[in-house]
């Protein structure tokens, strides 16, 4: 069964740079059906999409975030990882890592990390 | 068009059937998922495209579309069902997802 598991830095200082990785289990990031993603939920608010990553690299950016954000992948480490520059209180939030399969004209994120709370504060 | 709207909270009876939406035009050009989440739990799939149910879920839970305006209905909701619901679907460029803002459903 896929599991993926969310790691970081829990705390982040404002205009620093948030970054967290994604470690796949039990099955192959290099897939190639499947894209991997970020999602974050603000407390008490809906989710957002941050970002999807394919295993060659190619990347898909929220473009309300495109300026700030940068995805990775190392297929070697069956890991992607997430990097949020400049941020602020309002990037405080649970971050989700996902796995997302794209199927025509819809889309199904058929697997969730537990998701981590990265809070932005001094 | 870059967003999707839910009402933010819907309740239902016990047994009864209640529908919850999401608008936004980009739901003219494609389909919307829905994920159940309950309090302190990852979200969970429940419905995608068309009308189709992950392995799993109760066929209580259904989806359709309609112009801009996709649907999730839970004919005959359970106690278990109290949760958050979310849409999701492409923008309208097809490159980007998109989130509503979530529907808190209270089973009375």
């Known amino acids: 069964q896929l599991q993926l598991q969310e790691s970081g830095p829990r705390r982040v200082k404002p205009s620093e740079t948030l970054s967290l990785t994604c470690t796949v289990s039990g099955g192959s990031i290099s897939s190639r059906d499947y894209y991997w993603g970020w999602i974050r939920q603000p407390p008490g608010k809906g989710l957002q999409w941050i970002g999807r990553i394919y295993y060659s690299g190619s990347t898909y950016y929220n473009p309300s975030l495109k300026s700030r954000v940068t995805m990775s992948v190392d297929t070697s480490r069956n890991q992607f990882s997430l990097k949020l520059s400049s941020v602020t209180a309002a990037d405080t939030a649970v971050y989700s890592c996902?796995?997302?399969?794209?199927?025509?004209?819809?889309?199904?994120?058929?697997?969730w990390g537990q998701g981590t709370l990265v809070t932005v504060s001094s | 068009s870059s967003e999707l709207t839910q009402d933010p909270a819907v309740s239902v009876a016990l047994g009864q059937t209640v529908r919850i939406t999401c608008q936004g035009d980009?739901?003219?050009?494609?389909?919307a998922s829905w994920y159940q989440q309950k309090s302190g739990q990852a979200p969970v799939l429940v419905i995608y495209g068309k009308n189709n149910r992950p392995s799993g879920i109760p066929d209580r839970f259904s989806g359709s579309r309609s112009g801009n305006t996709a649907s999730l209905t839970i004919t005959g909701a359970q106690a278990e069902d109290e949760a958050d619901y979310h849409c999701n679907s492409r923008d309208s460029t097809g490159n980007h997802l998109l989130f509503g803002g979530g529907t808190k459903l209270t089973v009375l």
């Open positions: 996902a796995r997302l399969l794209p199927e025509g004209l819809w889309d199904r994120i058929d697997s």
């Open positions: 980009s739901l003219r050009s494609y389909y």
